[in-house]
């Protein structure tokens, strides 16, 4: 599996934005598609998940409620949509992908850099 993320920028606090994520190689029915991030000295942390295939979707609570993450099938993408952006969202963000019942992400997009100014 093969991810490319995009749509990172500078944005004031406040704004949205857009980041997408497209999948290719082999199909990922059954995948977990994850959105990460990491500040500078930070470590990595879980955004939000999905299951490609469909169902609940899981949010970190410091992003509940202002970033949503959708699928779309027929292009292969998986986008997070961030409304309301603080400073402390600033963070490259990272997609990645694990087998449903997998611990671990095995797959992962290069970063994107989110930066918010306040």
């Known amino acids: 599996v093969q991810l490319q993320a995009s749509g990172g920028g500078l944005v004031q606090a406040g704004d949205s934005l857009r980041l997408s994520c497209a999948a290719s190689?082999?199909?990922?029915?059954?995948?977990?598609m994850g959105w990460f991030r990491q500040a500078p000295g930070n470590d990595r942390e879980l955004v939000g998940s999905?299951?490609?295939?469909?169902?609940?979707?899981y949010y970190a609570d410091s992003v509940k409620g202002r970033f949503t993450i959708s699928r779309d099938h027929a292009k292969k993408r998986v986008y997070l949509q961030m409304n309301m952006l603080k400073p402390e969202d600033t963070a490259v963000y990272y997609c990645?992908?694990?087998?449903?019942?997998?611990?671990?992400?095995?797959?992962w997009g290069q970063g994107t850099q989110v930066t918010v100014s306040s």
């Open positions: 999905a299951l490609w295939s469909g169902g609940t979707i």
């Open positions: 190689g082999r199909s990922i029915d059954t995948y977990v």
């Open positions: 990645a992908a694990k087998r449903r019942y997998e611990k671990n992400y095995d797959y």
